[in-house]
């Protein structure tokens, strides 16, 4: 099986090289395919986002790129879009409108009131508890619930191609807020995994917390992951690179896992579609 990712941060958002640089490292990588999915433009003011002044310019340097290196590599663009009940943009919307080859829908900012007050994942171990402390009362059941129940709304209202990290909300738990095996931690996996045993999506295998030593395990996680292979769930890999370098970072270790737990095929976008490939 060829190399390929579908979930690529460029300089147009958080990534640090240009999309060029991407292309050219990908293809020295000697990879089938690469995606790239810079994180939405958003109305709310997050540096991470990209701008939503320079979204013009990324839809047409992606097919720009993928014009100029077709004979030598695949290039797929989407968005990767975050969702927040109330105030996100329709997927089928940024589908349509961006001319997308697919959507990734992921959740970094979890919606604690009504007030537009958020927990946000990603970044610093101590935002993440101050989150709990101040948006949950310390409640780190209803914020992890929280959480999910925001990434299954996103599953049925939404209907992404691709669930990204599905359970990032795990990254800076590290064991200090709760237990990954108490039973209603487990409850709201297979409550996720519910919802996507129901639709369309194909839940993302991926690597960037192994890589970056921010988890000791993939998103998701082996329990995840088993469960959907039991479901027949469809998954695919993507290394959620924010530099050429992290393009294919823990690729074959990620292979072997899912070989391991039973996968015999992953899925990749070609010819317009998804489609399953054998590992």
Known sequence: MDYF???????????????????????????????????????LDYVWAMKRSNLESYLHEIS???EKYKS?????????????????????????????????????LVKADSNSNFWFLDGPATKYSKG???????????????????????INIEKPDVIGHVDKVKMNNKGQFFSENEVWYVDLL??????????????????????????NDLFPDS??????FRRNISVTISSDAHHPDEIIS??????EKLKGIGFEKVSVFEDEVWQEVKI
């Not at 329990?223 to 959907?228: A, G």
């Open 64 to 66: 720009r790129l993928k």
């Open 132 to 154: 709990i402390l101040e948006l949950f009362d310390g409640d780190v059941k209803k914020a992890v619930s929280s959480y999910y129940h925001q990434v299954i709304d996103m």
């Open 190 to 215: 297979n409550e996720t995994l519910g919802a996507i045993e129901k639709s369309d999506s194909i839940v993302e295998v991926n690597t960037r917390g192994l890589y970056k030593k921010k988890s």
């Open 250 to 255: 823990e690729f074959d270790f990620t292979r």
């Open 5 to 43: 990712s579908f979930h690529t941060h460029s300089s147009f958002c958080d990534g640090k090289m240009s999309a060029e640089d991407y292309v050219l490292r990908a293809i020295q990588l000697g990879m089938h395919s690469l995606g790239f999915s810079s994180h939405a433009p958003m109305n």
């Open 223 to 228: 329990y995840f992951l088993e469960e959907c």
């Open 72 to 108: 030598k590599i695949n290039i797929y663009r989407s968005l990767e879009i975050d969702y927040i009940p109330g105030i996100s943009k329709s997927f089928h919307d940024w589908k349509t409108d961006c001319q997308l080859d697919y959507t990734i829908g992921s959740v970094h």
